[in-house]
């Protein structure tokens, strides 16, 4: 099974090509808002919000996303699907 990070990262990505929206004020964006807590990502995917806690922790030093209040910034989303797949890598290699 995917780490809970892949799958965080996954579901990311699929939110930001579906229901992502461009940032305000922006020409040519090359990032998405998307309207999701991080209760609302641990109760889709069934992970303990611990674990999505400190996914968001990582995710944001790693500048993959930045958060405001409810919404979530991916400045660049095709940056996501390469680092879930170098997540999984990671776990399968432990």
């Known amino acids: 099974f995917p780490s809970h990070d892949t799958r965080c990262t996954s579901y990311l990505a ?3 090509n579906e229901k992502g929206v461009d940032p305000v004020h922006t020409v040519n964006p ?3 808002c998307i309207p999701l807590r991080m209760r609302d990502l641990s109760s889709t995917l069934g992970i303990a919000y611990e674990s999505v806690e400190n996914y968001f922790a990582s995710a944001k030093k790693a500048k ?7 919404w979530l910034y991916v400045p660049q989303v095709s940056y996501l ?8 890598a990671k776990e399968k290699g432990k």
């Open 64 to 70: 993959l996303i930045a958060q405001n209040g409810e």
């Open 81 to 88: 699907m390469p680092f879930a797949e170098f997540m999984n």
């Open 30 to 32: 090359t990032g998405k």
């Open 14 to 16: 699929f939110c930001a």
